[in-house]
């Protein structure tokens, strides 16, 4: 089982829609997870973190975390052109400063 | 402010050849992870250093792989000798404990082609 695993894509959307994009990890003591955005050809990007469970907000940016389900998601509301790249979920554990990342989806706006 | 500087940006190299990555973090940060990406395997972690000391190096594939931070503003990946399958961007990223968001920040990343 891989540590961490995310739905696969690609996902395309029309311009405004509701991206969803859905992330699981097999470890327990997992305690931070991450969203990082990464365009063709570019280096990854933070743009979202979370600790609790529960969501955090950002702007059109919401992650949703549920601890009990090993489960993570990020939403992005209202979709842009300029969302479409790949989305990379990370998960750190609590004894561990390393980031696990999964393979990514990969988001296609449509305008 | 200058963030992660990687370089060769590009490698194109034949089999067996030695080929050396290099890597500046951002000045102050104390944590500098290798990473290596593929369509097949994602982003992968090759071997992070606290410090200026390796911490974890379970990733690195083989021997043939090393990795060295003689200082803190200076890293360098080796691999020796190289083989195709070892064709794919290193990452070099750098991170800040004290900031503890987890947030990596990444360079450009250098691709590497082993003919």
């Known amino acids: 089982q891989k540590e961490v695993e995310q739905n696969s894509g690609p996902l395309s959307v029309p311009e405004g829609a509701i991206a969803s994009l859905n992330c699981t990890y097999s470890?327990?003591?997992?305690?931070?997870f991450f969203w990082y955005r990464q365009y063709s050809g570019k280096s990854p990007e933070l743009i979202m973190f979370?600790?609790?469970?529960g969501d955090k907000e950002d702007g059109r940016f919401t992650a949703q975390l549920n601890k009990a389900s090993q489960y993570v998601s990020l939403l992005i509301r209202d979709s842009q052109p300029s969302d479409s790249a790949t989305y990379l979920c990370a998960v750190r554990r609590s004894n561990d400063y390393k980031l696990s990342f999964g393979a990514g989806t990969t988001v296609t706006v449509r305008a | 402010d200058a963030g992660v500087i990687q370089s060769p940006r590009h490698e194109v190299t034949e089999m067996g050849q030695e080929v050396t990555l290099r890597c500046k973090p951002i000045s102050g940060h104390d944590y500098l992870f290798w990473y290596r990406q593929t369509m097949m395997r994602g982003l992968e972690l090759l071997i992070y250093?606290?410090?200026?000391?390796?911490?974890?190096d379970s990733g690195m594939p083989e021997d043939r792989f090393s990795a060295k931070m003689p200082n803190a503003s200076f890293s360098t990946l080796k691999i020796q000798p190289s083989e195709p399958r070892d064709s794919a961007v290193y990452f070099c990223?750098?991170?800040?404990?004290?900031?503890?968001?987890?947030?990596?920040?990444f360079g450009e990343g250098s691709r590497l082609t082993v003919l």
């Open positions: 979370i600790y609790s469970n």
């Open positions: 470890d327990r003591g997992s305690q931070s």
């Open positions: 250093f606290n410090n200026n000391v390796p911490i974890d």
């Open positions: 990223a750098s991170s800040l404990l004290i900031i503890n968001t987890g947030e990596l920040f």
